[in-house]
């Protein structure tokens, strides 16, 4: 039944509202949909997260978190129904949550057959405890808190994931090279220095850094900047040896006094997408490794980037 809810549930790559105007009328259109769901409905926990998955969820996310949030609240739906054998919302208690992780801890992947790992795990209790978090807010439930003693799976401390000191410093050379090398049409180094520092520097997720706009830009700093994973407004975050870059981009904007206007745009003068961050990499890493051994192939993502962020800081 859910799952043939949220599948004709259409995800979208819809770009996240900005503004207070939005933030309030977001609270006015989630008080008309809880107050215009029928008495039948308020009972049923599947009506409520189809409910959740299209006011949070839909075009407020990059498309590939909205359908893990969609398979998040589908796995949780299916363990519910499967255990309690109904949906009534007041079964939902904490002792029903507390069982979800290790339940999910012994199943397999229908994709890899393989278990699911720990962190898989805690980043669908995660998703649940967001759902239940807004949910106790709209339709408080019989038994109470239904998270108390809910904790995540302990796991090892997860592995480095981002680029080392070497790497990023054999990155740089590569950046000037192509700023000097590079002066076709079709090509805009800047455009990639200013993306390589904005990613390495302020831990900017892809989605929140294409989403950026002129006017959240200026003294250095990133202003209003709306953080897709918590859906919470960080005022200021600094750009360090960025904005040398960034304002050497800027100067050859034709859009630099909109406000509105994309900060990061591709050669056709649309908004950059994620997929273009990836084809940026691509293009450093090809750079990079032209000074490289042979069968040294140098590879790395905006994620990466993202979390190198902690190199920085490492003595």
């Not at 005022?235 to 904007?253: H, I």
């Not at 051994?293 to 994620?303: C, K, L, N």
């Amino acid at each position: 039944m859910l799952n043939s809810l949220l599948t004709t549930t259409k995800i979208t790559e819809k770009q996240p509202e900005f503004g207070m105007d939005n933030v309030f009328n977001g609270q006015f259109k989630e008080k008309v949909s809880v107050g215009l769901m029928q008495y039948s409905q308020k009972n049923s926990l599947s009506a409520w997260v189809v409910l959740y998955f299209k006011l949070h969820v839909i075009g407020g996310a990059p498309v590939k978190t909205q359908q893990a949030k969609k398979c998040d609240l589908e796995k949780f739906m299916q363990f519910f129904t499967k255990e309690l054998g109904h949906e009534q919302i007041d079964g939902w208690t904490s002792a029903v949550t507390k069982a979800l992780p290790n339940e999910l801890s012994t199943a397999k992947s229908p994709i890899s057959g393989n278990h699911y790992q720990v962190t898989t795990v805690n980043r669908i209790m995660a998703t649940v405890r967001y759902f239940a978090g807004w949910l106790i807010k709209q339709r408080p439930l019989m038994a109470g808190d239904h998270l108390a003693g809910v904790k995540d799976l302990h796991c090892d401390e997860p592995e480095w994931n981002g680029l080392n000191n070497i790497q990023i410093l054999r990155l740089k050379p590569a950046i000037e090279q192509r700023i000097k090398a590079c002066g076709k049409q079709n090509q805009n180094s800047l455009l990639e220095a200013a993306v390589f520092y904005l990613l390495l520097q302020t831990g900017l997720r892809e989605s929140e850094l294409v989403a950026l706009n002129l006017g959240q830009y200026y003294n250095k700093s990133l202003y209003q900047v709306l953080r897709t994973k918590n859906k919470r407004v960080s005022g200021k975050v600094p750009v360090p040896q960025g904005a040398e870059c960034l304002e050497r981009y800027l100067a050859f904007s034709a859009d630099a006094t909109l406000p509105e206007a994309p900060l990061f745009k591709s050669r056709y003068g649309k908004r950059l997408k994620a997929q273009d961050l990836f084809r940026i990499c691509k293009s450093l890493a090809k750079q990079t490794a032209v000074f490289l051994e042979p069968g040294q192939p140098f590879r790395f993502t905006p994620q990466k980037l993202q979390e190198s962020i902690e190199a920085l800081f490492i003595t």
